[in-house]
């Protein structure tokens, strides 16, 4: 059983910065990819950025250099660096681990989500 253990929610004003954490009960050495979604009201969830197992991280245009993705091998521990935020920010975060089969259906494990409200 993989569990993810998302932390790091809360309320900010514009402008203003958080960081997420997603404690993961498996090494990263288990999972091709751990992303950071997001979902807010009436929306579609939706990626926020990414980080292969080898490192390379990716971002979608509206985070992009204002978000930063890392993680701590050691402490099984991703985390999401938010500045600059904005009230489109606002949404619930998941955290994302995805194992990519070459037969059947890829292996999604998701972290409890965190509420980030920006006001402005």
């Known amino acids: 059983q993989v569990q993810l253990v998302v932390s790091g929610g809360g309320l900010v004003q514009a402008g203003g910065s958080l960081r997420l954490s997603c404690a993961v009960s498996?090494?990263?050495?288990?999972?091709?990819?751990m992303g950071w979604y997001r979902q807010a009201p009436g929306n579609q969830r939706e990626l926020v950025a990414g980080?292969?197992?080898?490192?390379?991280?990716n971002y979608r245009d509206f985070v992009k250099g204002r978000f930063t993705i890392s993680r701590d091998n050691a402490k099984n521990t991703v985390y999401l660096q938010m500045n600059s935020l904005k009230p489109e920010d606002t949404a619930v975060y998941y955290c994302?681990?995805?194992?990519?089969?070459?037969?059947?259906?890829?292996?999604?494990?998701w972290g409890s989500g965190t509420q980030v409200t920006v006001s402005s």
């Open positions: 980080i292969t197992r080898a490192g390379t991280t």
């Open positions: 498996r090494s990263f050495g288990n999972f091709d990819v």
């Open positions: 994302n681990a995805l194992v990519i089969r070459s037969v059947g259906p890829n292996l999604n494990y």
